[in-house]
Each structure stands twice: as structure tokens, then as C-alpha cells.
């Protein structure tokens, strides 16, 4: 009788054991702000992390393009979900930071489990793109066709790269292609993440286009250069299936985590609204709202609150800490390079004018060198080349310059004022009149523009 006692006091002491255990789990987990754990996340769908990484020599670099691809294996749709790469998150390890610092302070794994958390989903694989790669890319399929929707115009001193593109419609190259991706300008991430969803529908139209088949072996070397993943070749090839069937039939259905911009501390972030986010998860996974997950969304969307104000108090000790040092120092690094750019073109441009002052010295000495460049702005075919033999046969060393608008009077630009140049310019074998506009760095003594009154 004693035994049977003790055995139910040992069942029952284990089952509030188990219980203890289940609800310390719940109500005190070990890692995440929301409560959820890694198997309570959704998982309806196969997600995989897509990481545009922009690594440098001197940097580990940043995750600077993130999205996350949704597949349905059983249905064969795929969605898309843009993350702003300012987006602010809480950095296992590093308080709270914008997403795309994840990668350099833990590489893909830290930035995969970030966007778990934040998205409160499974993520199943990852492919990291190389930005320098992107250039290649679109060189290897011969370029793509975009409607540039602005002038736009941009420098970036720290990454070295100026932007400048035209509005309209535009065969653009990999150089091209990349300042259109990466222009910056007041509508800050959103507007970066528009042309980048841009971009990748004019890549897919030109990759399936008749004409792809020619530039397959060098598309086939340049992905294999400049992407990593860990996705076995059949889930790309059904994937890469799907994506082809939607965008065909449907269109890809695109998303961007909702909320609104805002400065912290003197920082630019992108603040999700989570429990908007958490509700936009479920519709793409094609999942059920439960009490737990949207309990945990709303218990995470208080702990963003709660940081977010405690910085704007001056409470934030530990909250934005890593966040401001890295940021003054990314500002200490751009100081120091747009020094460097600067005193860099000083320095051509004192070498741009010593070479000016030693071409124009050694024509000074020569007598020039007797080039002159020929345009034909006379309206008649024929007098091109009567004047360029008349020049010859003068000693001069004759370059065409083509032909332009008809002008009245036939006129002799010298590029030097050095008097033997101007003296032997002013004796070409025919009627004209003479002006002198220098040019240091001109490759010919000096113009001859073919007027209507040239005999």
C-alpha cells in the first residue's frame, strides 16, 4: 500500500514538474522578445532568406537588400517579403541596432535568426548574393530595359559610387543597372526597395526572354560566382519553376514589412509596426491567428515601444549604445575618406595643369606640332576633303572631325595662344577668320570649321 502511495507521489510530482517546465517556457522564455519559441513559429511555407551582402576590404560589410521568399511546395506559389534594411531590431548580443548590422556582427546565421524573430516565422534556408557580383550579373545577360522614373542624381563618399541617371526609358548595363539599385534619395529605404523589386522584374524578363539562350554559359559562371546558399539544386529548381509560372500567369505577390520612418538619437530607422507585421505573416503563410501568436506579437510590439522610449528619455544605457558608437564611427570613416577624395583631386588637378604648362611650353618651342582638326560645317560633301588636301599639301597633319550645322564663315580656332601656333594657323590656304580659345589638354593645335563661303 506504501509503495502504491509513493509511486503516485512520484507521477504527481513529475507531471507538476512537466507542467512547471511548459509554463516557465511560456511565460519566461530563454530567448526571443515575444515569447515565442522556435517551434511555435510559423512554418506552413518554405522560407528562405535572401541576403544582397555589400562587402568591403576594410568592413565585414552589411546585409544591405534582405527579403524573404515563401514557397508553397503543395500549391507552387511563392510570395515575397521586402525588410527595410534600416529596420530596427533587437541584435542578439548587441541591443538594438538597424537588421542589416546583424551581418556584421554574426554573418548569416545572426541575420537569419534575427529576421526569425522579428518575423516570427521558420526560416528553412538562406541564399547570400554578392553585391559586387550583381555587375556581372546583368553584363552576363546582356543588360536589362527599365523606365528610370526620375532624374536621378547621387554620391556616396564612404562607397565610392556617384549615381547619375536620366528619367525615360533605358537600356541600362551592370554599372548603370547597380546606381539605379542603390539611389538614395527622401523616400530613403522604401523607395530603394521599390526599384529593387524593379530590378529583379527586369532581370526575370530579360533572363526569359528568346534571346537568353545565347548568354547562358557566361549567366551560368557569374551566379555560381557570386551567390552562396545552402538549398539543394532541386528546391531552386522548383522554386525557380514556381516564381517563372506566377510571374506569367499572376504577377509575384510583393510585400514590405509595414510601419513608419523615424529618427532615434540622431539615427534614421525604419520602426516596424509588429503586430501589423505579425498579421501580414499569417496571411502569407497561409496560417490561422491563434491567441499565442498574437499574444506574443502584441507583448513584442510593448517591448519596441518601451526601447524606443526609453532612448527618447535618456534612458538608454545599454538600448541604442552600439547603434550610436557604430554609427559615429561609419560618420568618422566617411569624414575621413571625402578628406581623402578631396585632397586626391587636388592633386590631380595640379598634375592636370603642370602637363597643360608643359604641352603648351613645348609647343612654344616646336612651333606647335601642326594638327589642326577639320569639321566640315560648309553644307557640301565635296569640300571636306578639298580643304583636307589643300591643308596637306600646306604641311599640316589634318584629323576629321566629321561634319556639323552649316555656319556662314569659315573660321581657324587655335587651342594655344603661343604666337608661332596662332602665326601658323593664321597661313592655312584659304580665306577664313581666326579666334584663339586655349585648351590645355586639347589632343590638336587647333580647329578648322568649314564655313559656306569656302572656294
Known sequence: MKSIFQTKILLLVAAVCVVAYVAFGYFFPEKGLDNLNPADRLSLKKNI????VDERSDDVGRSDTLFVVMFDSKTKAASLLSVPRDTRVRIEGHGWDKINHAYAYGGQKLTQKTVEELLGIKVNNYVMVDFKGFEGLVDAIGGIDIDVEKDMYYHDTWDGFTVDLK?????????????????????????????????????????????????????AKQLTSMVKTDMPLSDMIDIGRALHSMVKEKGLSMAMVPGEPKYIDGISYWLPDITDLRELMVKMQGATMTERYKSAAELMEQEYNSAVEKVEKG???????EAIKEEKELKAKKEEKAKEEKEAEGEKAEEQKNDAAKAEAKQTASGGRGVVRLVNCSGSKSAGADAAARLRSAGFEVVSGGSGEIIAETTVISTTNNGAVVNRLSNVPFAHKMRISRDGAADCDGVVMLGADFK
Open 315 to 321: 534612458d538608454d544605457s545599454e538600448e541604442n549604445k
Open 49 to 52: 532568406i535572401v541576403m544582397g
Open 167 to 219: 528619367k525615360g526609358r533605358q537600356h541600362l548595363n551592370g554599372k548603370t543597372a547597380i546606381q539605379y539599385v542603390r539611389f538614395r534619395d527622401e523616400e530613403g529605404d522604401i523607395g530603394r526597395i521599390r526599384r529593387q523589386q524593379h530590378f529583379l522584374m527586369a532581370v526575370y524578363d530579360k533572363i526569359t526572354s528568346a534571346d537568353m539562350l545565347l548568354h547562358i554559359p557566361g549567366l
